[in-house]
């Protein structure tokens, strides 16, 4: 990320690879003298009962610590995280939607983690369950995520804008003129070095939402606009590995001075700063924009 070159290297006497390698010990070790205690008690004659207890569990052990460390796995436990929080501020007329795919006009799609109608407002909630420093501000296009105390880092898309272009498609797809609400959730708390509006971690988006008047939307409107979205939900228009392929179809985008939202073309343009940036030629109707 262009604006944080000089971020420090730390020094740790257990740096996050070291944590990794000590676990990964401790769990081989505890195979191993799992297999060395059954393979001395099945030539002793003795009753092997309790040691092939002990593999059974050792092994299911190393299987749950692979299969916890999975992204798909990983994401699917902080949705779920998240969507707990948000069930503790629902109204009984409120809908939460989970994981929901919809159409763009340039035929794109945007997968969107939660989605909460009620009366208190329309919440499109992007969920991020990954580990180390995050940097991020409003205006950049990449963010980047800070591993092993400097020593590794890896740029990703920005989740505020990638939400934008969820809540541009959903508001297409409803048809229903309503504000709706930016909220980007980091599973693990890590917001510390990100500088934009609407991220959160669990709580601070639990109070975030409870603090909201719950005077918004009435009940039919809140009907009206998840039976919409509903629609979408119960009759999927593509597979999960479809919308991969869509993500990386619009990174390619982007990149190619396309607009991700809408299909137009992104053209150079001046603020009233006098700063250049790529704004999407659909203006005023689509607001995309990117970083000169």
């Given at each position: 990320?262009?604006n944080h070159v000089?971020?420090?290297?730390?020094?740790?006497?257990?740096?996050?690879?070291?944590?990794?390698?000590?676990?990964?010990?401790?769990?081989?070790?505890?195979?191993?003298?799992?297999?060395?205690?059954?393979?001395?008690?099945?030539?002793?004659?003795?009753?092997?009962?309790?040691?092939?207890?002990?593999?059974?569990?050792?092994?299911?052990?190393?299987?749950?610590?692979?299969?916890?460390?999975?992204?798909?796995?990983?994401?699917a436990i902080g949705?779920?995280?998240?969507?707990?929080?948000?069930?503790?501020?629902?109204?009984?007329?409120?809908?939460?939607?989970?994981?929901?795919?919809?159409?763009?006009?340039?035929?794109?799609?945007?997968?969107?983690?939660?989605?909460?109608?009620?009366?208190?407002?329309?919440?499109?909630?992007?969920?991020?369950?990954?580990?180390?420093?995050?940097?991020?501000?409003?205006?950049?296009?990449?963010?980047?995520?800070?591993?092993?105390?400097?020593?590794?880092?890896?740029?990703?898309?920005?989740?505020?804008?990638?939400?934008?272009?969820?809540?541009?498609?959903?508001?297409?797809?409803?048809?229903?003129?309503?504000?709706?609400?930016?909220?980007?959730?980091?599973?693990?708390?890590?917001?510390?070095?990100?500088?934009?509006?609407?991220?959160?971690?669990?709580?601070?988006?639990?109070?975030?939402?409870?603090?909201?008047?719950?005077?918004?939307?009435?009940?039919?409107?809140?009907?009206?606009?998840?039976?919409?979205?509903?629609?979408?939900?119960?009759?999927?228009?593509?597979?999960?590995?479809?919308?991969?392929?869509?993500?990386?179809?619009?990174?390619?985008?982007?990149?190619?001075?396309?607009?991700?939202?809408?299909?137009?073309?992104?053209?150079?343009?001046?603020?009233?700063?006098?700063?250049?940036?790529?704004?999407?030629?659909?203006?005023?109707?689509?607001?995309?924009?990117?970083?000169?």
């Amino acid at each position: 990320m262009a604006n944080h070159v000089t971020i420090p290297v730390m020094k740790h006497k257990f740096n996050r690879r070291t944590r990794k390698y000590i676990t990964w010990g401790l769990i081989f070790a505890f195979l191993l003298f799992s297999v060395v205690y059954t393979a001395l008690t099945v030539h002793d004659g003795t009753d092997y009962t309790t040691s092939i207890v002990i593999l059974v569990i050792a092994v299911l052990i190393c299987a749950g610590y692979v299969v916890l460390h999975l992204p798909v796995v990983k994401g699917a436990i902080g949705e779920k995280w998240v969507s707990l929080f948000i069930k503790k501020v629902q109204n009984k007329e409120d809908v939460l939607i989970n994981d929901v795919i919809v159409p763009g006009e340039d035929g794109k799609t945007s997968q969107i983690d939660h989605i909460l109608v009620s009366k208190k407002g329309v919440f499109v909630i992007e969920t991020k369950n990954i580990s180390g420093r995050i940097y991020g501000s409003d205006n950049e296009q990449k963010w980047m995520q800070v591993l092993n105390y400097g020593h590794v880092k890896n740029p990703f898309y920005s989740p505020v804008k990638q939400n934008e272009t969820h809540i541009y498609r959903l508001k297409n797809v409803i048809g229903v003129n309503v504000a709706m609400s930016n909220c980007v959730v980091f599973v693990q708390g890590n917001v510390d070095y990100i500088k934009a509006v609407g991220v959160y971690y669990p709580y601070s988006l639990y109070r975030f939402l409870k603090g909201r008047p719950n005077t918004l939307l009435n009940e039919a409107q809140i009907k009206e606009i998840s039976d919409k979205i509903l629609a979408y939900k119960e009759k999927p228009i593509e597979s999960n590995k479809e919308h991969v392929q869509e993500i990386h179809a619009t990174q390619e985008a982007i990149a190619n001075n396309i607009c991700p939202r809408c299909g137009g073309k992104l053209v150079l343009r001046h603020g009233r700063d006098g700063k250049a940036f790529y704004g999407c030629s659909n203006y005023p109707k689509c607001k995309f924009t990117k970083k000169a």
